[in-house]
């Protein structure tokens, strides 16, 4: 991915944990490295299809200026974040926030804190078999396509499928959804979480009925496990009610452990 990168950007500001660095202010001195493609706009020489850095500066000295942060990692995430939410071409970025000035009473030449963030694909499947399903689940769609660390890129039709693991119950309301987020794995559970609880989501049943079902399918190409979340998704090669609407969503998206298509998966379901 081509890069367009901004060194050592002055910008005087008031962080800092103490009350003199809040009073008085001082140097900070901001890398970024911006993440795109230029292919368009290095054959068109035109300024809309590139990211502007005149205005990305402008951007940084804004949120520098704009508030006071006691940490490095705080004003560091922030300008990662309206960065990638400011310029549609940006597809990651890195930032650099040094501070040359710092209260630390030994000789050095600067002190810093550097993040990378981006923004990642993610495919969430989606069910309901109690209640006003279609309620829920459209209310569930609009606040993740309404939030303003995601964006929605497609979501999929909806169909009603037999359940799944325990069949004495009302048959679901299913799909999927391909969003973009700049959330990390955690965060993004914890999201989903919310929006099942505030649909009045119980999990009183191993796959049991449910007024909302959000399940993180796949992140990027992320093989990732932890005490609660597993990606990709456990079994989801097995569950037609999955593989029918990513088909309709990435039919060659690629499973990241299997190396198959959806399509592929599904066939093989199938048969």
Known sequence: M??????????????????DEKDKGQNFFVN???YTDTRKAGLSDELGDSTDYGRACALIRE??????????????????KEILLSFP?????????????AP???????????????????YIAYGSNMGDSEEYIEEAISSIANDPEIEMVKDSQRIITK????????????????I????????????????????????DVHWGPRTLDLDILLYDDLVYESDTLVIPH???????????????????????????????LLEMLDD
């Open 2 to 19: 081509d890069e367009i990168r901004i060194r050592e950007l002055k910008v005087k500001g008031y962080h800092g944990v103490y009350a």
């Open 32 to 34: 970024a490295t911006l």
């Open 63 to 80: 949120v520098m200026t704009k508030e006071s942060y006691n940490l490095l990692e705080a004003l560091a995430e922030k300008l990662a």
């Open 89 to 101: 071409l940006v597809k990651a970025v890195d930032v650099e926030v040094r501070k040359p000035e």
């Open 104 to 122: 630390v009473p030994m000789e050095f030449e600067s002190l810093s804190v550097k993040i990378s963030r981006a923004w990642h694909d993610v």
């Open 163 to 178: 359940p799944y693991g325990v069949t004495e119950q009302d048959d679901f309301l299913n799909g999927a959804c391909h």
């Open 180 to 203: 973009r987020t700049l959330m990390e794995p955690e965060e993004l559970l914890r999201y989903v979480d919310r929006l099942e609880k505030k649909a009045g989501r119980t999990h």
């Open 234 to 264: 456990m079994d989801m090669e097995n569950r037609d009610f999955v593989l029918l609407p990513m088909c309709e969503l990435s039919p060659n998206l690629r499973h990241p452990v299997l190396n198959r298509t959806m399509r592929q």
